[in-house]
Antibody, heavy 122, light 110 residues
């Protein structure tokens, strides 16, 4: 059974870089054809897809982040990481890492981390 | 502004049937299958329904999903207090080449 766990600072200063990691257990992040994904959720709001990295290392991001986001793989730790540059209060949210993939012609997120609250404030 | 449109709230008394709608476009719901996620406060979303109407393991059969054209719906029949949660629809978007979510519907059991 795959498990994901987010880690990183809970407080980031405005204009600084948000850095989070997701440790995966029960699956190899380079050995299967999944999208290792970040999803965020501001308080009281809905889910927003932030971006993903595939097992081959190809990435795609939500255009709303205006090229501020980057996702990378660390196979040695079986982790993938998210960085968001030049953060503002609008980046304050619970950040989830998730495993996404195609199942019976349906793209689903079948495993999620518990989420980590990141607050952008001085 | 979410790509998929959901009504913000729905409610019913125990035992009633509640239906949640999800509206999209030809590039997402109209072309690809719809999934539904259930989220309780303070917890991560959990996949409830995939491929429009398939329940994941352990999901009671009082939950059912359907899709027609560019709209989908999730029905909860025999509503129970433990069904009080937020529900999100999602689908792959062929134009954006990424998954998109609805804004969520909060289901309240009166």
């Amino acid at each position: 059974q795959v498990q994901l766990q987010e880690s990183g600072p809970g407080l980031v200063r405005p204009s600084q870089t948000l850095s989070l990691s997701c440790t995966v257990s029960g699956d190899s992040i380079t050995g299967s054809t999944y999208h290792w994904t970040w999803v965020r959720q501001p308080a009281g709001e809905g889910l927003e897809w932030v971006g993903r990295i595939s097992t081959s290392g190809s990435t795609k991001y939500n255009s709303s982040l205006k090229s501020r986001a980057s996702i990378s793989l660390d196979p040695s730790k079986n982790q993938f990481s998210l960085k968001v540059d030049s953060v503002t209060a609008a980046d304050t949210a619970v950040y989830y890492c998730a495993r996404g993939g195609w199942s019976s012609s349906s793209f689903v997120f079948d495993s999620w981390g518990q989420g980590i609250l990141v607050t952008v404030s001085s | 502004q979410s790509v998929l449109t959901q009504t913000p709230s729905a409610s019913g008394t125990p035992g009633q049937r509640v239906t949640i709608s999800c509206s999209g476009s030809s590039s997402n719901v109209g072309t690809n299958t719809v999934n539904w996620y259930q989220q309780f406060p303070g917890t991560a979303p959990k996949l409830l329904i995939y491929k429009n109407s398939q329940r994941t393991s352990g999901v009671p059969d009082r939950f059912s999903g359907s899709k027609s054209g560019t709209s989908a719906s999730l029905a909860i029949s025999g509503l129970q207090s433990e069904d009080e949660a937020d529900y999100y629809c999602a689908a792959w978007d062929d134009s954006l080449k990424c998954p998109v979510f609805g804004g969520g519907t909060k289901v309240t059991v009166l």
